[in-house]
């Protein structure tokens, strides 16, 4: 409780104080009782072990295909390294030292190449980055991209207008018998005390079609926030750098709610997957990228 007792109080100072933390447990008061009949009484004899945290991206992995989640969460095959991820990896880095080191009116577009530049310098040695194995002109290529992306967010909103309290907030919880856990890009405080959750994408907007899916990911911190500070967000934000657009939500207590019986209902289907060893493919649009079609059945009838 003494991490958000000091993020509390971090909320209502002024600029230039975000606070940055390492995962804040929030535990309930009693753990679950779980009817005899529930499968996870059985978790002793449990075939596969079952992935300590569930967060955002490992539901959406779920979701998406159960498979691809066992070889790559529970299994944890070797992957090859994505570009894209790396370079995510290296803007949120860039975001998160121009709040962090920089004080309005000093956020500007150079500030923000300065922190890519000392990302890269920090980060260019990381085994991610060295497994690229990036040519001089790719990674010229590769840096001009990343800049792009930090200029695009310039064009989404003013840093220097924003009262940002909170950075790479770690947050985490325990509910329903499971780990919740995320790290918030940014948690920003307006006018009477509204909190804005902000989710930084690398990646291209989700047609209108998908939006609906890719919020799922932002209500979850919306939960966790509302969890960890006792009140739940004004508003979620995605800023999509490569478009660049902002999505917006507005979290209400029912789609908390709907949020809090998914990633349960997630959970459970994890666990009944890991006692019966049963995670089905599922085909779709995302097997054109996935790197575990050569093992899969619905790919290869041997
Ligand atoms: S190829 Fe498609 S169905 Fe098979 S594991 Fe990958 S995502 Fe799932």
Request: charged content about 25%; glycine content about 6%.
């Amino acid at each position: 409780m003494a991490h958000i007792a000091t993020l509390a109080t971090a909320a209502v100072r002024p600029e230039p104080e975000p606070v940055r933390s390492e995962p804040v447990v929030v535990r309930p008061e009693r753990r679950m009782n779980l009817p005899l009949s529930d499968p996870r009484r059985i978790l002793q004899g449990m075939a596969l072990d079952l992935p300590r945290t569930l967060t955002p991206s490992k539901v959406t992995a779920f979701t998406n295909c159960p498979l691809a989640f066992r070889y790559s969460v529970i299994e944890r095959r070797p992957e090859p390294p994505s570009p894209h991820a790396v370079k995510g990896t290296l803007v949120h880095a860039a975001l998160e030292g121009l709040f962090w080191h920089h004080v309005p009116p000093g956020r500007t577009p150079a500030a923000a190449r300065f922190e890519l530049e000392r990302a890269w310098k920090a980060r260019g040695s990381d085994p991610e980055f060295v497994a690229l194995a990036l040519t001089d002109e790719a990674t010229a290529d590769f840096l001009v991209d990343a800049r792009g992306l930090l200029d695009n967010y310039f064009r989404l909103e003013d840093p220097n207008a924003v009262h940002t309290v909170g950075v790479e907030l770690g947050v985490e919880l325990e509910q329903d018998g499971m780990r919740l856990r995320g790290i918030i890009d940014r948690l920003d405080i307006g006018p009477g005390g509204a909190l804005t959750v902000v989710d930084y994408k690398t990646g291209r907007a989700p047609s209108e079609r998908f939006e609906h899916g890719k919020m799922a990911g932002v209500q979850t911190y919306a939960l966790l926030c509302e969890r960890l500070l006792g009140r739940a967000p004004a508003e979620v934000r995605l800023l999509h750098l490569r478009d660049p657009v902002a999505i917006s939500a507005v979290p209400t207590a029912q789609t908390i709610r709907g949020q809090r019986v998914r990633t349960s209902a997630v959970w459970g289907a994890i666990e009944r997957a890991c006692v019966s060893e049963d995670f089905r493919p599922k085909v779709g649009p995302l097997c054109r990228f996935c790197h575990f079609k050569p093992s899969c059945p619905a790919f290869n009838a041997a």
